[in-house]
């Protein structure tokens, strides 16, 4: 194992991007990083299991004749170079074939979560600007309320929905299409982030992201040629599109998609049937999986060499539970969608590990704490998590898309998250600084939830905070102030789950509405959710503290 010290002192941003690139920080193409280079064998790319349990396997030469076919019937379509194609798709082969093909012609492919509803598909559709959207039956009808939705392919179309058919257009199509090189700093993907302002924002990320993926990969990840790697993350979010698609794909290393819905069984099963060997996922599966006891531990036991962890701080517990039980280290990674991971317990380097620490700065990256006015802070001292961007050459976020980034701040980028440093260079999570809410590992802004539940005739104002969860980290409560005509009870709270959850995402309703006469705000009209976050922490500790005097 090399040491992270000297891996971090010695890191050189040229010589890191030869290794990992078959083209060059100047000229490349992302399909040919990620499907083409590995193609001339018979190496497996892509392992497909259903929730039936129905399987296949896809080798690179098998997806890059796809991708050609699909590459061609997107620029029938009109789609070139800078243009973008969104998939609403759920983890099938189709998925990545229309990944492959739209970063073949030189174009910016967009995720478009499956839990999503027609709300946030059209603002995400619109802000882009998406040519084309490519979607299967399950997911088709939330298309229909997208006002001046792209052209769309469908898998299956039905016969009469004016859609394209995915399968018959791919095979009428011509079998080869010629890469289309572009410049480093071009986009190859098109991202968007919750807020707590507005709605969720763009951002691009360039092709020569993909050297950060890599490093990721291998540094903290520690994906050997020998390992059998299921990364749990839906690639219809950051996590799963950086590290379950492009970053393994781009080191010529299978894949695997599980396409049903997140249980025990199956993940015991999945583990068993792939001889997983290198697992990642979010603390919350982590958690479901623990609480499942020796119906998750008999199965798997043996058969993991590591497993780490993104999307929210780790618990101790987890990490005491996977070495007690399963003789498995588990380390925690910390990132966000602006810029991949970059602060981690590193499978791959030596480095002390410390209890309830993030980790150090990936090779390549240099992560400080700021004070309020921004300057650097010493250790032992809470601040803004932030990246020197001009000492981080791995470091790609170049602002959101069409809009102000008011994250960047001279050299720096603001994480909004608080951490401290300790005193041997690792830094310790503490706490978001802002009001995004993290909840079963997803970053849900608070305004998103608020803007669908005004959308209800019978609300006239509304609050979401993240209330602290021990199984979520945060759960989604609302404070909802209604029209004089309408009375806050079960049912309508009810109501007003199922309305958000049908407009914005599954994953984003309020699991608990509370209705009020007025809410916390400033004498200039602000909301003030920390007053409400407040309350409900409050509430909670006197609660706790009734529990343990009784």
Same mark, same amino acid.
């Given at each position: 194992?090399?040491?992270?010290?000297?891996?971090?002192?010695t890191?050189?941003?040229p010589?890191?991007a030869?290794a990992a690139l078959?083209?060059?920080?100047?000229?490349?193409n992302?399909c040919?990083?990620?499907?083409?280079?590995?193609?001339?064998?018979?190496?497996?790319a892509?392992y497909c299991e259903?929730r039936?349990?129905?399987a296949?396997s896809?080798?690179?030469?098998?997806?890059?004749?796809?991708?050609?076919?699909f590459?061609n019937?997107?620029?029938?379509?009109?789609?070139?170079?800078?243009?973008?194609v969104a998939?609403?798709?759920?983890?099938?082969?189709?998925?990545?074939?229309?990944v492959?093909a739209?970063?073949?012609?030189?174009?910016v492919?967009?995720?478009?979560f499956?839990?999503?509803?027609?709300?946030?598909?059209e603002?995400?559709l619109?802000?882009?600007?998406?040519?084309?959207?490519?979607?299967?039956?399950?997911?088709?009808?939330k298309?229909?309320?997208?006002?001046?939705c792209?052209?769309i392919?469908?898998?299956?179309?039905?016969?009469?929905s004016?859609?394209?058919?995915?399968?018959?257009?791919?095979?009428?199509?011509?079998?080869e299409?010629?890469?289309?090189?572009?410049?480093?700093?071009?986009?190859?993907?098109m991202?968007?982030?919750s807020?707590?302002?507005?709605?969720a924002?763009?951002l691009?990320?360039?092709?020569?992201?993909?050297?950060a993926?890599?490093g990721?990969?291998?540094?903290a990840i520690?994906?050997?040629?020998?390992d059998a790697?299921?990364?749990?993350?839906?690639?219809?979010w950051?996590?799963?599109?950086?590290y379950?698609?492009?970053?393994?794909?781009?080191?010529?290393?299978?894949?695997?998609?599980?396409?049903?819905?997140?249980?025990?069984e199956?993940?015991c099963?999945?583990?068993?049937k792939y001889?997983i060997?290198?697992?990642?996922?979010?603390?919350t599966?982590?958690r479901?999986?623990?609480?499942?006891?020796? !119906?998750?531990c008999?199965?798997?036991?043996?058969?993991?060499?590591?497993?780490?962890?993104?999307?929210?701080?780790?618990?101790?517990?987890v990490?005491?539970?996977?070495?007690?039980?399963?003789d498995?280290?588990?380390?925690?990674?910390?990132?966000?969608?602006?810029?991949?991971?970059?602060?981690?317990?590193?499978h791959?380097?030596?480095?002390?590990v410390?209890?309830?620490?993030?980790?150090?700065?990936?090779?390549?990256h240099?992560?400080v704490?700021?004070?309020?006015?921004?300057?650097?802070?010493? !250790?032992g001292?809470?601040?803004?998590?932030a990246?020197?961007?001009?000492?981080?050459?791995?470091c790609?976020?170049?602002g959101?898309?069409?809009?102000?980034?008011?994250?960047?701040?001279?050299?720096?980028?603001?994480?909004?998250?608080?951490?401290?440093?300790?005193?041997?260079?690792?830094?310790?999570f503490?706490?978001?600084?802002?009001?995004?809410?993290t909840?079963?590992?997803?970053?849900?802004?608070?305004f998103?939830?608020?803007?669908?539940?005004i959308?209800?005739?019978?609300?006239i104002?509304?609050?979401v905070?993240g209330?602290?969860?021990?199984?979520?980290t945060e759960?989604i =409560?609302?404070?909802v102030?209604?029209?004089?005509?309408?009375?806050?009870?079960?049912q309508?709270?009810?109501?007003?789950?199922?309305?958000?959850?049908?407009?914005?995402?599954?994953?984003?309703?309020?699991r608990?509405?509370?209705?009020?006469?007025?809410?916390? =705000?400033?004498p200039?009209?602000?909301l003030?959710?920390f007053?409400?976050r407040?309350?409900?922490?409050?509430l909670?500790?006197?609660a706790?503290?009734?529990k343990?005097?009784?």
């Amino acid at each position: 194992m090399r040491d992270y010290s000297a891996a971090a002192r010695t890191f050189n941003y040229p010589q890191a991007a030869g290794a990992a690139l078959a083209g060059s920080l100047e000229v490349l193409n992302a399909c040919v990083e990620c499907c083409d280079r590995h193609a001339d064998g018979e190496a497996v790319a892509l392992y497909c299991e259903d929730r039936d349990g129905h399987a296949a396997s896809y080798r690179f030469s098998e997806l890059r004749e796809r991708a050609a076919r699909f590459a061609n019937v997107l620029a029938a379509l009109g789609v070139g170079p800078g243009d973008r194609v969104a998939g609403l798709m759920p983890r099938t082969v189709e998925l990545l074939v229309t990944v492959l093909a739209t970063w073949r012609l030189g174009a910016v492919y967009q995720p478009l979560f499956t839990a999503f509803g027609p709300k946030a598909i059209e603002h995400r559709l619109h802000a882009s600007g998406a040519k084309v959207v490519v979607t299967e039956p399950g997911n088709r009808a939330k298309l229909d309320d997208v006002a001046h939705c792209p052209s769309i392919v469908c898998v299956h179309a039905r016969q009469g929905s004016g859609d394209l058919d995915f399968h018959t257009a791919l095979k009428a199509a011509a079998p080869e299409c010629e890469p289309v090189l572009m410049p480093g700093d071009a986009p190859f993907l098109m991202m968007f982030t919750s807020g707590t302002t507005g709605p969720a924002k763009p951002l691009q990320v360039p092709l020569r992201a993909i050297v950060a993926f890599q490093g990721y990969m291998r540094d903290a990840i520690d994906l050997r040629p020998e390992d059998a790697f299921w990364n749990l993350a839906d690639p219809g979010w950051a996590y799963g599109l950086y590290y379950a698609v492009t970053g393994p794909l781009s080191l010529g290393h299978a894949t695997l998609f599980f396409d049903g819905p997140f249980s025990v069984e199956s993940t015991c099963r999945v583990i068993d049937k792939y001889r997983i060997t290198n697992l990642a996922g979010s603390p919350t599966a982590y958690r479901l999986l623990i609480a499942a006891g020796e !119906a998750f531990c008999a199965p798997v036991k043996g058969r993991l060499r590591v497993v780490s962890s993104a999307g929210e701080p780790l618990n101790p517990e987890v990490i005491r539970w996977f070495r007690e039980e399963l003789d498995v280290t588990i380390h925690d990674h910390y990132g966000q969608t602006e810029l991949g991971m970059v602060l981690c317990n590193h499978h791959g380097l030596e480095h002390p590990v410390n209890p309830g620490s993030a980790g150090y700065a990936i090779p390549g990256h240099r992560i400080v704490v700021l004070d309020d006015q921004h300057q650097e802070l010493p !250790a032992g001292q809470p601040g803004i998590l932030a990246v020197d961007r001009e000492q981080s050459p791995l470091c790609w976020f170049g602002g959101y898309h069409g809009l102000p980034t008011k994250s960047f701040v001279g050299k720096y980028y603001l994480s909004g998250d608080t951490v401290e440093l300790n005193p041997d260079g690792s830094i310790s999570f503490v706490g978001r600084s802002d009001d995004v809410i993290t909840t079963s590992g997803y970053r849900v802004g608070p305004f998103d939830v608020e803007s669908a539940l005004i959308e209800h005739p019978a609300v006239i104002e509304a609050a979401v905070i993240g209330k602290p969860c021990p199984e979520r980290t945060e759960l989604i =409560k609302a404070f909802v102030v209604l029209g004089s005509s309408h009375a806050g009870d079960d049912q309508l709270a009810e109501t007003l789950r199922q309305h958000v959850r049908q407009r914005l995402y599954a994953h984003a309703y309020p699991r608990e509405i509370e209705f009020v006469s007025e809410l916390p =705000k400033t004498p200039s009209g602000k909301l003030q959710r920390f007053i409400l976050r407040n309350q409900e922490i409050a509430l909670q500790q006197q609660a706790h503290a009734h529990k343990a005097s009784a």
